[in-house]
């Protein structure tokens, strides 16, 4: 009897699998290393770990803090032989970021030239103690190194905020994934959100609006909440989220809109507005463009933004800062006569121009101050800025075209990398600035397909695409919740694309296993997150008389429900175990759903597909 069981068990197992490939015995780290040598052996790790430090100067304290975390999560387990974390800082690899992680028998070392390595090296470490069972770690050597030296996540705060303790939770799960540099878009036409002491108004004038839209822009009417929104940041409050990064190796990069995107300062300071006698304005209760933006003829603009660039420029040591560049209507600018003034003295062909002229003049005076200028890609249009960055938004084409100019590139394609698109279709998916239109999404594979440095781009012109980004826009997202549903899994492909070379990646082994291993992990924190949907459901539709199924969940140990009548599943119907033969009658047609419950009890949306025997 038992043996019998015994055997079923077997061969179910080697059912699920054939079904999916997978190797039990691989680490499941994302973003996947660029070489891993597994050498055959395993090591037992137990919780009471000395640390050693060899080649540092000094002891270096976040490395330290950070170890003494990870010990901290090594189950229980006394050992025979003292066992030691060695942590190596290296002189003859000079290569920025890169590490290298071995597991034998002996014990554990990580060595790299650079304090940032050897947190890569941890953080990897981390993940395989994470993700071990019974203290067992595989004995291995990995050599890894970025494939990209800047891999960025964005965060809108100007349309909604969200407080400090979760800005730290985001920079956490950055850092978890090797992510270094924090974008922080802190002015927006909707709200001003950091402290600028010469110009207060900026805040207690600028950082409120008086309601916020809450059906679609694209919503013939527009609906609001008349509820006024706002907040800023302190100044001592981004000085805290600046130190709290870089403890975690994260550059945070702000970003000071201009010369569109300001209706809030405006508001706050209408003289730098177009025109004699300008404003009043608002900060608008709607998403969009609009042509209320910084009069690029009047003197007092450009001393406005220095002062309030002065104050930034003390705040964070970034080497870049972003200064927009996007979305700037010319409309009031060719009624103006102060910017139809700077036109003809400068000799400027046309507003475009003036926009170039306006931007050049920004970058002069940051580039002056031993900074870099990033602006997105319409500071193309009228003349690039000689040293600026620049981030390709609208799809690739501007980055590529800038790359020929032999210009820094970071890719951030709407198409691919705009997190705040939802992830499916599904009319189960909460509201987004996508859900509007009837087929824009962006799906974790459509982020995993993405590269960077597009095969059609010369080898020379490569080199200049530094690296990637995704953006979150929080029009639609007004909860932090909201925030990790939107990132949450999408971040590991953007880790994943910004770190591992082509031939290391896998669309496989990602989706079906380390995804499922790090979604299980995520689950138990009781944290917001999207379900991936059920795993085997690629087709919309099966044709045949006998149809067999197979699936997988997304997140390890979650379970799949599913129906053939159409009704969207719930825990009363089948709990799906092993492959489904579904019979058909002739002529009829099934309609079959399925969705992934994890174990704390959160859903993915609904996958369907029609099962047909014509
Ligand atoms: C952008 O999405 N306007 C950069
Ligand atoms: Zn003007």
């Not at 907040?231 to 000071?256: F, H, L, M, R, W």
């Not at 009890?601 to 047909?612: E, P, Y």
Request: aromatic share 10%.
């Amino acid at each position: 009897m038992k043996i019998s069981k015994l055997l079923t068990l077997i061969g179910l197992f080697f059912l699920s699998e054939n079904s999916f490939a997978q190797d039990v015995n691989e680490v499941k780290i994302i973003p996947q290393p660029n070489s891993i040598k597994y050498l055959g052996t395993e090591y037992v790790i137990g919780s009471k770990q000395a640390i050693v430090y060899k080649g540092f100067k000094q002891k270096p304290e976040t490395l330290d803090r950070f170890t003494k975390e990870i010990i901290a999560q090594i189950p229980t387990k006394e050992t025979k032989h003292s066992q030691s974390i060695v942590l190596e800082k290296t002189k003859t690899d000079n290569i920025h970021e890169a590490y290298s992680l071995k597991i034998d028998n002996t014990g554990i070392k990580i060595s790299s030239s650079t304090e940032q390595g050897v947190f890569y090296g941890l953080q990897s470490l981390l993940q395989i103690i994470l993700a071990s069972d019974n203290n067992i770690l595989a004995a291995l050597e990995i050599k890894d190194i970025p494939r990209y030296k800047y891999r960025g996540l964005h965060l809108d705060v100007g349309r909604h905020l969200f407080p400090v303790s979760f800005i730290k939770s985001y920079i956490d799960l950055m850092a978890h994934y090797k992510l270094n540099n924090f974008h922080w878009h802190l002015t927006e036409d909707q709200g001003w959100r950091i402290e600028i002491k010469k110009y207060p108004k900026l805040t207690s004038i600028g950082g409120t609006r008086e309601g916020t839209l809450i059906n679609h822009l694209k919503d013939k009417q527009h609906v609001y909440d008349k509820t006024p929104y706002g907040g800023y940041y302190t100044q001592d409050e981004v000085k805290e989220v600046v130190a709290y990064a870089a403890s975690k190796y994260i550059n945070v990069i702000p970003e000071i809109e201009l010369p569109g995107h300001s209706l809030a300062a405006l508001s706050a300071y209408p003289e730098y507005g177009c025109g004699e006698n300008p404003g009043p304005y608002k900060a608008t209760m709607g998403w969009g463009i609009f042509d209320d933006v910084y009069c690029a003829g009047k003197e007092s603009t450009f001393t406005f933004l220095q002062d309030i660039l002065d104050e930034v420029l003390l705040l964070f040591p970034s080497k870049y800062i972003h200064i927009g560049g996007d979305e700037c209507p010319k409309t009031k600018w060719k009624t103006c006569k102060y910017c139809q003034n700077r036109i003809k003295e400068n000799k400027l062909k046309d507003e475009h121009e003036l926009q170039s002229y306006f931007v050049q003049r920004i970058e002069k005076y940051l580039n002056g101050k031993g900074r870099s200028i990033i602006g997105w890609d319409e500071i193309l249009e009228g003349g690039l800025a000689p040293n600026a960055t620049v981030m390709s938004w609208r799809g690739v084409k501007g980055g590529i075209a800038a790359a020929k100019q032999h210009h820094d590139v970071i890719m951030t394609p709407s198409t691919h990398l705009y997190f705040d698109n939802r992830e499916s279709i599904s009319s189960e998916e909460p509201q987004t600035i996508s859900s509007a239109y009837p087929t824009r999404h962006v799906s974790l594979k459509q982020v995993y397909s993405f590269n960077p440095s597009l095969d059609t781009l010369a080898p020379e012109f490569q080199k200049h695409v530094i690296g990637v980004q995704a953006n979150l826009w929080t029009e639609y997202i007004k909860t932090l919740e909201k925030v990790l549903y939107h990132i949450m899994p999408r971040i590991y492909a953007l880790a994943e694309i910004g770190w591992t070379t082509l031939e290391n990646k896998n669309w496989e082994n990602f989706s079906q296993i380390r995804v499922s291993e790090h979604l299980y992990r995520f689950d138990k924190t009781g944290k917001t997150y999207r379900v991936p949907q059920t795993i085997g459901v690629e087709q919309d539709t099966l044709l045949g008389e006998t149809i067999e199924i197979k699936l997988k969940p997304s997140v390890k140990n979650a379970k799949i429900y599913y129906s053939i009548n159409g009704y969207t599943p719930t825990e009363m119907d089948y709990l799906y175990t092993n492959p489904v033969k579904i019979h058909i009658p002739k002529g009829e047609e099934r309609i079959f759903k399925s969705v992934v419950i994890t174990p704390s009890g959160r859903r993915s949306v609904t996958s369907k597909i029609n099962l047909i025997n014509k």
